[in-house]
């Protein structure tokens, strides 16, 4: 009796060689949401609020109370709170193997401290959660944004 063959080969030896690897390269359970490794795709969703900053071990989230942030897909960063807006630019990027946000404002003060390469903590699609590590003394500041 003679089985279906391909070069020569038996048949059912490719087929539990494509099962094979099918089991081995398949999805496992863990893959089902990722998290984006890159924030760009995340921040110019919608508008953005800070709802955490320490600087220097002082809690200065009040600083930006009622402010929207707007991460614009051309690398300009807008606040808006009613009338007032500040601008500045956004960037994304990888250092020493860290995902970054890079921030940069150049007024007013409060926002001039934002103005950092920031380590990505945490991404999601509602929160973003930062800290900046100095190289200078070393103290390490903390910054959230949550979508509004």
Same mark, same amino acid.
């Given at each position: 009796?003679?089985?279906?063959?391909?070069?020569?080969?038996?048949?059912?030896?490719?087929?539990?060689?494509?099962?094979? *690897?099918?089991? /081995?390269?398949?999805?496992?359970?863990?893959? !089902? #949401?990722?998290?984006?490794?890159?924030?760009? &795709?995340?921040? %110019?969703?919608?508008?953005?609020?800070?709802?955490?900053?320490?600087?220097?071990?002082?809690?200065?989230?009040?600083?930006?109370?009622?402010?929207?942030?707007?991460?614009?897909?051309?690398?300009?960063?807008?606040?808006?709170?009613?009338? *007032?807006?500040? /601008?500045?630019?956004?960037?994304?990027?990888? !250092? #020493?193997?860290?995902?970054?946000?890079?921030? &940069?404002?150049? %007024?007013?003060?409060?926002?001039?401290?934002?103005?950092?390469?920031?380590?990505?903590?945490?991404?999601?699609?509602?929160?973003?959660?930062?800290?900046?590590?100095?190289?200078?003394?070393?103290?390490?500041?903390?910054?959230?944004?949550?979508?509004?």
């Amino acid at each position: 009796m003679n089985r279906p063959a391909i070069a020569g080969k038996p048949l059912i030896g490719y087929l539990i060689l494509i099962i094979l *690897a099918m089991g /081995t390269f398949s999805c496992n359970k863990n893959d !089902d #949401n990722p998290l984006p490794n890159d924030p760009s &795709g995340v921040l %110019t969703n919608g508008s953005w609020r800070i709802t955490y900053f320490r600087d220097r071990d002082k809690d200065e989230t009040a600083h930006y109370s009622g402010y929207d942030f707007i991460f614009g897909s051309n690398n300009s960063l807008t606040a808006v709170q009613g009338s *007032a807006t500040v /601008t500045g630019t956004w960037a994304s990027g990888t !250092d #020493n193997s860290k995902r970054k946000l890079i921030v &940069g404002f150049s %007024t007013p003060d409060d926002f001039e401290e934002l103005s950092e390469d920031w380590e990505v903590i945490t991404i999601a699609s509602t929160v973003i959660e930062l800290k900046h590590t100095s190289g200078g003394d070393g103290h390490t500041d903390y910054l959230t944004f949550e979508k509004n």
